[in-house]
Nanobody, 115 residues
Framework: QVQLVESGGGLVQAGGSLRLSCAAS????????MGWYRQAPGKQRELVAR???????NYADSVKGRFTISRDITKNTVYLQMNSLKPEDTAVYYC?????????WGQGTQVTVSS
């Protein structure tokens, strides 16, 4: 069982930046991909960004050019750099480890962007 712990959320004004971290208790290189998802109140959870074990990244259209996903394999940590934040980015952000079998999820970190 691998545990994922997110950190770095908080309250920020529109146009500001935050960096989220997801620390895994095991090797992230062993997973098919690591992803960041978010869920706003009353909405479904959606993919924000993803990085595969081979380093390929993809992003939701709504965050392209503003968010960057990266990883540090030596620290078993995945990051989400979020710039030019908008009020519509407000959500709970979850880290996901994709694997064969049930995925692992973190407990989430709240990001609130004020206008």
């Amino acid at each position: 069982q691998v545990q994922l712990v997110e950190s770095g959320g908080g309250l920020v004004q529109a146009g500001g930046s935050l960096r989220l971290s997801c620390a895994a208790s095991g090797s992230i290189f062993s997973f098919i991909a690591m992803g960041w998802y978010r869920q706003a109140p009353g909405k479904q959870r959606e993919l924000v960004a993803r990085i595969t074990s081979g380093g390929i990244t993809n992003y939701a259209d709504s965050v392209k050019g503003r968010f960057t996903i990266s990883r540090d394999i030596t620290k078993n940590t995945v990051y989400l750099q979020m710039n030019s934040l908008k009020p519509e980015d407000t959500a709970v952000y979850y880290c996901q480890a994709a694997r064969v079998g049930p995925d692992y999820w973190g407990q989430g970190t709240q990001v609130t962007v004020s206008s």
